[in-house]
């Protein structure tokens, strides 16, 4: 049988393997309901996502379809998509839409929903019922967890033919959404006493939440909760089939109140929280709809958790954000959202792009436009489904550099080579095109590989240096196999400016030192 899908950490750099190779997840995540009905993705997803050399796909699967009698379970339609994305030879990442989807419990089962004695709701601060299960309603967990149990079981009996799943997503965007914090019974009874020994010891303070916290006393309270709730569950889920595990962040966003983002979920300033409490959690993500990019990848790749985008925005303008989550964040995944919608008829594609909806996911609509962006996403994935393999060689030895204009302001920046230094001068940007982006890898003295859009980039001899530098040979091309394998050499009024323009490419430079001293 193939080697599980795992996760390691290898000379520094956290890698995802699946079928015993290094797996980058060149990925998408399909719309809220599309895995709802296999039929559907039959005839409405798949179809779309041929163009876009995606080598991944995030689906749901609902704890309101698999388990709708309490301890009876249905897999019929995740088994009919494991069949479908094992003919497009396309690897699945799952998300578990269990007890949290949002900040709320709509994928419960019925007979949750229905049962507020047993399962009681979260409270807001003037006790009124809220539409989401507390995370400190046991009984609910456990429930969650048995069913996310048993879901993981069925995964690796599936995975025993072909390794198919190499990814879960436990519950998503968790957290309590028009509330700093829960404030049902039990809630406050919890919340008026000591803080628990864990939370002491990591922050170093004592006393009750509030007496420990003050005002993010509320805050830090439900990211205890959260993360222990999701822990429980996670654990169940570990111990019947260890794939990599990852929970997915509502990230902070203006008016940065709690309860205006989910009060309590994974974002990144409670990492080591949900490190001490969800052991079993590998992966803390953003979901990525706002543009200040290469901020986010600082917070969420830290040296013990790997970059994951699970969700990314879904704009032309931003999508080249990918070349900068490869080269330099070594991420483990890049997935725009709803990303069936990308080579679909506009007149076709689901209707949550509308501005009402948009307003109630706190989305910026800018972020939602994908006209453009599958054409490019396309030539982007193939491009570095290609190059992987030479990315993850010269990875390993520090020589790959990525790079994004971040802002218009922007003018460019310099890569620093052993012997020599590369500046890059982002070309204007115009409207409908991908930022300037894309990284350098440093193949050797003398020889070094660039891709990306729109930028143009030069030699420049080391401040130190005294010699001067010339291209002895500059070309285009694409990988095969490890290998490149050279299109056209640039030569005469094409070497005049060493060029990546709107659509992704791939060139290869050697250069030499002349006039010796
Ligand atoms: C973030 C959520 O995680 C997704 O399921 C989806 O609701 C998007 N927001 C917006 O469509």
């Known amino acids: 049988m193939q080697k599980s899908p795992e996760l390691r950490k290898e000379d520094g750099i956290w890698t995802l393997f699946a079928d015993g190779k290094p797996f980058t997840m060149l990925c998408g995540e399909v719309h809220n309901s599309s895995a709802s009905d296999a039929g559907y993705m039959e005839e409405q997803v798949w179809p779309f996502l041929k163009g876009l050399h995606i080598n991944s796909l995030l689906v749901p699967v609902y704890w309101e379809m698999i388990e709708r009698q309490e301890n009876v379970f249905d897999f019929t339609v995740l088994d009919a998509i494991i069949k479908q994305a094992e003919r497009e030879s396309v690897k699945l990442g799952i998300l578990w839409f269990g007890l949290w989807k949002n900040g709320i419990s709509s994928y419960t089962p019925e007979w949750v929903k229905t049962d507020q004695k047993r399962f009681f709701r979260a409270a807001d601060r003037n ?31 599936k995975n025993e033919e072909q390794q198919t799943v190499i990814l879960v997503q436990v519950e998503n965007e968790v957290g309590l959404l028009g509330s700093d914090r829960d404030y049902s019974r039990a809630a406050n009874e919890l919340f008026g006493k000591e803080i628990p020994d864990g939370i002491s010891s990591l922050y170093e303070k004592s006393g009750t939440w509030e007496q420990a916290f003050g005002e993010e006393a509320p805050e830090v309270f439900m990211e205890y909760a959260y993360a222990k709730a999701v822990g429980r569950i996670a654990k169940s889920g570990k111990r019947a089939c260890p794939l990599p595990m990852c929970v997915n962040a ?39 709809y706002t543009s200040d990019f290469q901020g986010i990848c600082r917070e969420y790749r830290t040296a013990d958790n790997p970059l994951l985008i699970p969700e990314h925005r879904r704009d032309i303008k931003n ?19 709803g990303i069936e919608d990308f080579l679909m008829p506009p007149e076709t594609r689901t209707g949550i792009g509308n501005p009402d909806v948009m307003k109630i996911l706190n989305i910026d609509r800018n972020a939602w436009e994908c006209e453009k962006t599958g054409e490019f996403l396309g030539w982007a994935y193939q491009l ?14 520090g020589k790959v550099y990525g790079f994004l204009r971040e802002n218009e302001h922007e003018k460019g920046t310099v890569i ?11 070309l204007d940007q115009k409207q409908d095109t991908p930022k300037a982006a894309g990284f350098i890898i440093e193949s ?3 020889e070094f590989y660039a891709a990306g859009v729109n930028f143009r980039y030069s030699l420049l001899p080391l401040k130190s240096e005294k010699r001067q530098l010339g291209i002895l040979e500059y070309s285009e091309g694409r990988f095969e196999n490890g290998m490149f394998k050279r299109g056209r050499i640039l030569n005469g009024d094409e070497r005049y400016c060493m060029l990546m323009l709107e659509k992704p490419e791939l060139q290869r430079v050697k250069w030499y030192f002349y006039q010796e001293d």
Not at 319 to 337: D, K
Request: with cysteine; charged share 20%; net charge negative.
């Open 384 to 397: 570095l489904d290609s190059a992987m393999e030479v990315i993850y060689r010269y990875q390993k030895l």
């Open 319 to 337: 999508i080249s954000h990918l070349f900068y989550a490869v080269g330099t964040c070594q991420t483990l995944c890049f997935s725009p959202f």
């Open 416 to 426: 620093h080579l052993t012997n020599c230094d590369i500046r890059i001068d982002y």
């Open 127 to 157: 006790n009124r019922p809220m539409d989401v299960v507390s995370p400190f309603c046991q009984a609910a967990v456990d429930a969650d967890a048995k069913a996310f149990g048993r879901l993981m079981e069925h995964i690796g009996e």
């Open 250 to 288: 509502w990230i902070e966003k203006f008016p940065w109140r709690p309860g205006g983002y989910p009060s309590g979920g994974p974002i990144a300033r409670f990492g080591p929280l949900w490190k001490m409490l969800a052991p079993d959690i590998d992966i803390l993500c953003p979901d990525v």
């Open 444 to 446: 050797g003295e003398g």
